[in-house]
């Protein structure tokens, strides 16, 4: 029998109690640590915090208004909107006034179990209110004696510790494919030039713009399409991660946007042409054929009879459409790039055979490198998954007051 099973038998073997998160932990709003100035820089040493999945913003020389966090006195930063959090044990500021400064409010709670306890908790908003007071606050958790709350949390600190390490490991390994994707795309998209002529694989090349080779996207009026439902692809619907497209909204007449939207089809690119979203780029699935995107997007269709979409796709995912984007944007507060300029880009189109071939290359090494279901992508979200099942297996306890009403 191991420690923790005897702690058990010895202290709960009947169920423990449960207790609201807010019995037990306090908040404190984040005003005074606020930072000031956005101009962060990594040879200034304090971190400014999201308790989103960034994190650590930047680095800034405010020296004032600092939350002194340590080892000894950690604390949770709580985005009071999505309820993200993370553990916290230096010094730092904060970016955002939507964030609750959580800390132990009770000798019952081991704070780094209540932590642990939290992660456990599933729940998403449904809409952009304040969580902590009115809802999250208000959740239950298994409150043991504190010799097994500890020994929970040595498990759980061993655990994650080795997880880290593994993970890490896997991650800088996926980091060097995507490196070596990256490289080989731009290696297979770069033609040669040879006596004045541009060649691919032995195959002549002409530099064409953009728009010589894609046809415009229709787009839509709201007043000639009065009750007619869409999906709507917005900003946040592109992951930056792998391309893909998730989240579309339901749209139509009684909410939609002033502007006129373009009508998408299967294989047509949308990209991101404001400097947040650059790289949110997507290929239009079969599923999301005949639904809207913003107007933050642009919309190309590749023109069939001298290009492929997926080859269209491809060229602009490399550094140089990308360096041209950033290059060409225009505005101070929301910098973006305009059609017409997005248009103006040369690519090289090689024959239709040679485009097959570039394309089946890389959709072959971006599977590897993107596909959550293979490689090593799913070797890192299985190991996730193995950790989250065994915390949830340690933080399950019966419920003292369903044997006591019974």
């Known amino acids: 029998m191991s420690k923790f099973d005897e702690l058990i038998h010895e202290l709960c073997l009947d169920g423990v109690e449960y207790r609201e998160l807010g019995s037990v932990i306090s908040y404190e709003q984040p005003t005074k640590y606020i930072v000031k100035s956005s101009k962060y820089n990594d040879e200034y040493s304090i971190p400014v915090l999201t308790a989103g999945q960034t994190f650590i913003l930047g680095y800034t020389d405010e020296d004032?208004?600092?939350?002194?966090?340590?080892?000894?006195?950690?604390?949770?930063?709580?985005?009071?909107?999505?309820?993200?959090f993370h553990w916290v044990d230096f010094t730092f500021k904060v970016k955002s006034s939507a964030m609750k400064m959580l800390t132990p409010c009770s000798d019952e709670i081991d704070f780094r179990f209540a932590y642990y306890a939290m992660r456990c908790i599933s729940y998403s908003p449904q809409d952009h209110a304040r969580q902590w007071i009115s809802i999250y606050s208000k959740f239950q958790i298994p409150i043991p004696p504190l010799p097994i709350q500890e020994e929970i949390v040595r498990i759980l600190d061993k655990f994650t510790k080795l997880e880290a390490e593994l993970e890490a490991e896997l991650e800088a390994e996926l980091e060097a494919r995507k490196k070596q994707y990256e490289y080989y795309r731009n290696q297979l998209l770069s033609p040669i030039e040879k006596d004045g002529k541009w060649y691919m694989n032995g195959n002549e090349v002409e530099w064409m713009t953009l728009g010589d080779n894609c046809l415009k996207a229709s787009n839509i009026k709201w007043n000639e399409n009065s009750g007619i439902s869409y999906g709507y692809i917005d900003l946040s619907s592109v992951s930056r991660d792998n391309n893909k497209i998730t989240d579309v909204k339901a749209i139509d007449s009684s909410n939609a946007p002033s502007r006129a939207q373009q009508l998408v089809e299967f294989e047509d690119v949308i990209f991101g042409t404001t400097r947040p979203t650059l790289r949110r780029i997507s290929l239009i699935p079969k599923e999301y054929h005949g639904h809207i995107g913003s107007t933050g997007f642009c919309v190309l269709r590749a023109n069939r009879n001298t290009m492929l979409p997926r080859f269209l796709y491809y060229n602009l995912t490399t550094d140089s459409f990308n360096t041209y984007v950033e290059n060409n944007q225009e505005g101070a507060s929301y910098p973006s790039i305009s059609d017409s300029m997005v248009k103006?880009?040369?690519?090289?189109?090689?024959?239709?055979?040679?485009?097959?071939?570039?394309?089946?290359?890389l959709d072959r090494f971006d599977a590897l490198v993107n596909d959550i279901s293979i490689g090593l992508p799913a070797e890192i979200e299985a190991r996730r998954k193995q950790y989250e099942y065994y915390r949830g297996k340690l933080l399950s306890f019966k419920n003292i007051a369903d044997k006591q009403e019974v």
Do not use: N, W
């Open 64 to 84: 004032f208004g600092l939350f002194e966090a340590s080892s000894v006195k950690p604390v949770i930063i709580f985005d009071d909107f999505t309820t993200s």
């Open 344 to 361: 103006k880009f040369s690519i090289p189109i090689p024959p239709l055979s040679e485009q097959e071939r570039i394309v089946s290359i």
